[in-house]
T-cell receptor
Framework: GAVVSQHPSWVICKSGTSVKIECRSLDFQATTMFWYRQFPKQSLMLMATSNEGSKATYEQGVEKDKFLINHASLTLSTLTVTSAHPEDSSFYIC????????????FGPGTRLLVL | GENVEQHPSTLSVQEGDSAVIKCTYSDSASNYFPWYKQELGKRPQLIIDIRSNVGEKKDQRIAVTLNKTAKHFSLHITETQPEDSAVYFCAASNPPGGSYIPTFGRGTSLIVHP
């Protein structure tokens, strides 16, 4: 099946710094990429949906100035957590989809962020 | 918007037993229902899915049933094995404008005891 990678797999940073997470579709072109946040033992909460070359659509309650998403190409999307605080510590997972078919949504391995 | 409820939150079974996880959804327009398996610290992986024009789908030891009238769908795992231990998420999605953005349930932690 299709492969989606994320980098880094984990990051520890000090409060106030910004962290960039990359999501890449390795063997296919993703028309849509999704960013999720997952707290321990909880569900996947959609943060935003992005289409290549256009602005991301953020879910209600997600601060777009804090979580900057850039979908610069059909194989790369980035999520930047600006001025990170301890409450931003979480597991961030991206997924990429080919076209509109839901069966083609593939998840990345996730990035664990710990803000001290 | 769509609301997906999933039960139970934790399910403990003996190896060889069957496991059933149930989900309900609120939006009658939803027409695609995937199930994902997520092992600890790893990515969710699609294990089976069903569309609203089908009542049941089976893949080896895994089956999914859908009751559109009642708006609920279930995952059935037979002859469970320790490697089935993981968190399982159901989801429901519909294509407003073709988007198919899934709404996930809260997850069920399945523990299969050898």
């Amino acid at each position: 099946g299709a492969v989606v990678s994320q980098h880094p797999s984990w990051v520890i940073c000090k409060s106030g710094t910004s962290v960039k997470i990359e999501c890449r579709s390795l063997d296919f072109q993703a028309t849509t990429m999704f960013w999720y946040r997952q707290f321990p033992k909880q569900s996947l909460m959609l943060m935003a949906t992005s289409n290549e070359g256009s602005k991301a659509t953020y879910e209600q309650g997600v601060e777009k100035d804090k979580f900057l998403i850039n979908h610069a190409s059909l194989t790369l999307s980035t999520l930047t957590v600006t001025s990170a605080h301890p409450e931003d510590s979480s597991f961030y997972i991206c997924s990429a989809r080919v076209g509109a078919l839901p069966e083609t949504q593939y998840f990345g391995p996730g990035t664990r962020l710990l803000v001290l | 918007g769509e609301n997906v409820e999933q039960h139970p939150s934790t399910l403990s079974v003996q190896e060889g037993d069957s496991a059933v996880i149930k989900c309900t959804y609120s939006d009658s327009a939803s027409n695609y229902f995937p199930w994902y398996k997520q092992e600890l610290g790893k990515r969710p992986q699609l294990i089976i899915d069903i569309r609203s024009n089908v009542g049941e789908k089976k893949d080896q030891r895994i089956a999914v049933t859908l009751n559109k009238t009642a708006k609920h769908f279930s995952l059935h795992i037979t002859e469970t094995q320790p490697e089935d231990s993981a968190v399982y998420f159901c989801a429901a999605s519909n294509p407003p404008g073709g988007s198919y953005i899934p709404t996930f349930g809260r997850g069920t932690s399945l523990i299969v005891h050898p």
